[in-house]
């Protein structure tokens, strides 16, 4: 790990190129467990909630976020503090605030690729947002659409070290970049944004743009509906229960936002000439 960034570490590989082999030093992402405990007023011995894998850095607004996406707290004001460690982040939770009753005694492990791991069942999939989102509000230009990408990699510090690590990025109608976050798990990447901006009392982020580095998936669309963002894009494509939500939610879901293009899924009236 270097010295001043906690979030790439350095290894020693062999390069084998156009038949010449060298040894250098990579540098990677790092990808490391974090245990969210929870403690209430009930329960002032800390829950082990869950355990996570992933990059280091903002760990308090990953578990901010991770509450908030999944339904655990609906307001700032229900967290009266947040502790972070080195392997472990605990939050404390408002008097009076209680875990729902669904969420379960025992922690559950979480990879750095799964979003919604720890559900007990088909039924806790889809977590309820806390308000609709304005049909055809905001209106986002189909010209302002090809730059987001270039201007969200230009932003990512950690990926232009090590090449492996999602990113993301929240923008204006614009196109103006107001907020990144990069992880080794694309949801850890949208959970540590929506903590940021739960954080800063700034959700629901009802004219705000969320682009994603990677495909568009369940969780990601899910987590977004959560902070009310209603217009997501995502690089690569989406999957087809993405889809379903998002028109179920009313969002606006771009795909393939690469290369100067861009395909519509659901709720195109946002996306201006």
Do not use: W
Request: hydrophobic residues 45%; contains cysteine.
């Amino acid at each position: 790990m270097t010295d001043d960034n906690p979030r790439i570490r350095s290894v020693s590989a062999v390069v084998h190129r156009g038949g010449q082999v060298f040894a250098r030093h990579e540098q990677l992402a790092v990808e490391d467990p974090l245990e969210i405990r929870v403690a209430t007023s009930d329960e002032p011995e800390p829950r082990r909630l869950t355990i996570t894998m992933r990059t280091p850095g903002d760990d308090a607004d990953l578990a901010a976020g991770f509450l908030y996406t999944e339904g655990l707290v609906t307001r700032r004001e229900q967290i009266a503090g947040i502790t972070c460690d080195v392997d472990h982040v605990r939050v404390d939770l408002a008097p009076g605030v209680r875990l729902p009753e669904a969420v379960p005694k025992r922690s559950f492990v979480m990879t750095s690729a799964c979003g919604v791991c720890g559900r007990a069942s088909l039924d806790g999939l889809r977590a309820r947002p806390p308000g609709p989102l304005t049909p055809g509000h905001p209106q986002l230009s189909a010209a302002v659409i090809p730059g987001l990408p270039g201007a969200l990699l230009r932003a990512q510090a950690t990926f232009a070290s090590t090449g492996g690590i999602h990113a993301a990025g929240l923008f204006d109608v614009r196109g103006e970049l107001r907020l990144l976050r990069e992880d080794v798990g694309r949801h850890n990447a949208v959970d540590k944004l929506v903590g940021a901006l739960l954080l800063a009392g700034q959700l629901p982020a009802l004219d705000a743009v969320l682009l994603v580095s990677g495909r568009a998936s369940f969780e990601l669309v899910q987590k977004a509906v959560m902070a009310q963002i209603p217009i997501l894009a995502a690089v690569g494509a989406p999957s087809s229960l993405a889809v379903e939500l998002a028109e179920e939610a009313g969002m606006t879901l771009l795909g393939f936002v690469r290369e100067g293009r861009f395909t519509i899924y659901s709720e195109r009236l946002r996306i201006g000439a």
